[in-house]
């Protein structure tokens, strides 16, 4: 006989799921799973089929082996945390065609029966050895429909806003654009020359009917258009179209028809970082060059409360620096140090600030802990808070 032992984990049931295609909601459906006769997710039945195919293909007989014949019956169901025993016994043997029959039972952490049944197989003529195959790291991540699900949820019941759309003038903008008008999250307006919008429009099957369009020659005057419309307040957000960042912004920080507030204008990138376990907010990589301290209030401040509009309802910011202490030579680590205390003394309100902290420690707990740093913000970081424009934009 042989046996091998394996807990079952929720990527298992994923990873099954992937590989069967079978998403029958009783497995992958938490939700559904509570309000049925199990009340939770249980495992795929054939889950334990596959351990034992493994002891048989594996261990005994081994290499070689080949499925002939196999009946199951399954009388418990496996639980996330279960811990699965799989004995396989060898009953009966035929020389004359190499088959042997094996009976097969599963076992959980209590000793009770889960799967019994037989396996027949063709067994290999002569031992074979080789060297166990390193498999790849498979690495579980949420499809981006799945990421983006909570956004969309954010925005039900809301009404669609005006948004001035500048330049749309390439696929992507325009396809957005209207993604997001059909969606009901935004009425747009395109800005820039009509006649190419319509030609890329025809070129991509994209529907324009009840889309108000406002014909100006170039890239240029869409930003000045787009710009005054939210300073009017007929629009009341700005989507940047196939123009340059800087062509926009100009008109933007004009200091007399643009949009300045007493608060400095500052960028975020919002990240889509599969591996992470939530969105990630990094500022400002775009538009601050090298920012001062002052400046650095309005970036964490900005930063907060649009993480607070993603209903993160107290953002945890990791001030990045190149190492974790605060060293006088360093400005970086000066400006976390002061911006830490601001927070502290409510010049900086609505979020967790902590730093110095280098980057690995931000957004790994175990990196943090390597390092000896207990911090409610080190490992789960929702905003990044960088030095200068350079480090931002190579970091995001």
């Known amino acids: 006989s042989a046996s091998l032992t394996r807990t079952m984990r929720p990527e298992d049931i994923q990873m099954f799921a992937i590989m069967s295609g079978d998403i029958n909601p009783t497995h992958v459906d938490p939700e559904y799973a509570r309000s049925s006769m199990f009340r939770e997710v249980v495992a795929h039945g054939m889950w334990g089929g596959v351990l034992i195919s493994n002891v048989l293909g594996t261990e005994f007989p081994g290499p070689g082996t080949v499925y002939v014949d196999q009946s199951l019956h399954f009388s418990r169901q496996v639980r996330i945390g279960d811990t699965l025993t799989v004995t396989v016994t060898c009953q009966r043997k035929f020389d004359h065609n190499h088959h042997i029959v094996f009976d097969c039972q599963c076992v959980n952490q209590e000793g009770e029966k889960v799967i019994d049944g037989k396996a027949e197989v063709l067994a290999p003529t002569e031992k074979i050895r080789r060297p166990k195959v390193t498999l790849p790291e498979l690495r579980l991540s949420a499809t981006k429909k799945a990421r983006y699900e909570h956004l969309l949820e954010i925005t039900r019941g809301l009404d669609p806003i005006p948004m001035g759309v500048a330049h749309p003038c390439d696929a992507e903008s325009l396809r957005g654009a209207l993604l997001a008008r059909d969606r009901g999250l935004i009425v747009p307006t395109l800005i820039g020359p009509e006649d190419k919008i319509r030609a890329l429009a025809e070129q991509y099957r994209l529907d324009l009917a009840g889309t108000a369009i406002i014909n100006v020659p170039h890239s240029h005057a869409a930003a000045e258009t787009a710009v005054a419309l939210a300073r009017e307040g007929s629009v009341e957000a700005l989507m940047k179209g196939s123009l340059h960042t800087d062509e926009l912004m100009s ?146």
């Open 251 to 396: 008109e933007v920080v004009d200091k007399a028809r643009g949009l300045r507030t007493a608060r400095r204008i500052t960028h975020v990138f919002v990240m889509d970082v599969p591996t992470y376990p939530r969105p990630l907010l990094i500022t400002d990589a775009a538009v601050n060059v090298a920012p001062t301290l002052a400046d650095k209030v309005d970036i964490v401040q900005n930063a907060i409360e649009l993480a607070q509009m993603l209903k993160v309802p107290e953002p945890k910011v990791a001030i990045l620096a190149a190492v974790e202490t605060v060293n006088p030579k360093m400005q970086a680590t000066l400006d976390a140090a002061a911006l830490c205390k601001m927070a502290d003394r409510g010049q900086i309100t609505g979020g967790l600030l902590d730093g110095p902290l280098a980057f690995d420690n931000a957004i790994s707990i175990v990196a943090a802990r390597t390092k000896g740093i207990k911090s409610a913000v080190a490992g789960q970081a929702d905003i990044l808070l960088v030095p200068d424009i350079e480090s931002g934009n190579m970091l995001a």
